[in-house]
């Protein structure tokens, strides 16, 4: 019986694919002067606009089959990444217009932002697993009247509220990050707008280029911060959820615990794609990576690919129920042996009298 092709060999084999009809374009590449600086690969972008299309189609039924409406920035970003490939294959370089190159910039280099928005939310969520006491702390009526601002009552409990583990209160996180993604997204979207009108104008065009570049480069801070935010919390998990809550957090198999390597892998492919983004802006319209469409695939398509792709093996919700409902059963146990040994302390031991 054929065994299922795993999926390292799967990434394995979408990578060959990838550099193959790279390499393939540019055995027979010559120089353009214009915006684009290539003929780009029909092959490679459609493979790639392909895959986006797929994994469009599963987060969308996941979040049908889950419930997840927060989630919808996943499916949606990764449609619009799809039709940016699909644009790809019709581009010529030597009739191509700034506007419909400008276009293809846009949904290519901001649809990422909706995969930070997704991991943004994500936050939260996981805290709220990995802390039973987040969401119960109780407000008082003179905090509430204090705070007005920040403490008014809602269905999802008050945006101060603050966890033991996380360095942040968790919904602030979530929000203060998805507003920086929205500051980011209008540069870039600026940067694109003023490419879009430059026409033939090359310093026009260099100029949305520079803010393409200030728009990646603080996403990209951004999100380090964030991921350095995930780290702080599994260590402050590590520290305080030892003997006073529950050992059996540090397993690498708890649910919690495989959402963090999860969730550390899709933020390490991002990291990896906002420094190929910076250094390629970096180096404008002539550098090198701006010439070469295999890094566009390879540095940028496949971290994405690879972030997202994350979640389709295990859905989150899925996995935080899992690690909510084990952390619960584990503190429960913790609580039982914890009043058996005070209900019935250890006999003294016994002194020799010869």
Not at 164 to 172: D, F, G, I
Not at 181 to 204: P, R
Request: charged share 15%.
């Amino acid at each position: 019986m054929a065994a299922r092709r795993s999926t390292p060999a799967r990434t394995h084999a979408l990578a060959v694919a990838l550099v193959a009809s790279a390499s393939a374009s540019a055995v027979s590449a010559r120089e353009y002067n214009g915006i684009l600086k290539y003929q780009p690969s029909i092959p490679g972008n459609a493979v790639i606009g392909a895959v986006y299309t797929l994994l469009a189609a599963v987060f969308f039924y996941y979040v049908w089959r889950h419930k997840t409406k927060w989630a919808l920035c996943l499916p949606i970003g990764a449609a619009c990444s799809a039709v940016g490939f699909f644009i790809r294959c019709a581009l010529d370089p030597d009739t191509v217009t700034t506007g419909i190159y400008a276009t293809m910039m846009l949904l290519v280099v901001l649809s990422p932002a909706a995969f930070l928005a997704f991991n943004y939310l994500l936050y939260g969520r996981w805290i709220a697993a990995l802390d039973p006491d987040f969401g119960r702390q109780p407000l008082s009526d003179r905090q509430a009247q204090k705070n007005r601002k920040w403490y008014h009552r809602r269905r999802d409990g008050p945006l101060l509220e603050r966890s033991h583990y996380s360095l942040l209160p968790p919904r602030l996180v979530g929000r203060f990050f998805i507003w920086s993604d929205v500051f980011t997204f209008l540069i870039q979207s600026a940067a694109g707008g003023i490419q879009a009108s430059a026409d033939a104008d090359y310093k026009k065009a260099q100029l949305g280029d520079n803010l393409f570049l200030a728009g990646v480069t603080l996403q990209g801070i951004s999100y380090l911060v964030f991921t350095l935010l995930i780290v702080v919390a599994v260590f402050r998990m590590r520290k305080l959820g030892g003997a006073q809550r529950s050992s059996r957090f540090l397993p690498a198999n708890h649910p919690i615990m495989k959402m963090f390597f999860l969730f550390l892998f899709s933020s390490l492919c991002i990291i990896i794609r906002s420094v190929y983004r910076i250094v390629e802006f970096s180096q404008g319209y002539d550098g090198y990576l701006n010439r070469h469409e295999i890094y566009l695939f390879l540095l940028d398509a496949l971290p994405l690919i690879l972030a997202i792709g994350t979640w389709v093996a295990i859905w989150p919700s899925t996995l935080l129920d899992k690690g909510a409902q084990r952390v619960r059963e584990d503190l429960q146990l913790t609580s039982v042996e914890s009043g058996e040994l005070k209900a019935n302390p250890p006999s003294p031991p016994m002194v020799a009298t010869r």
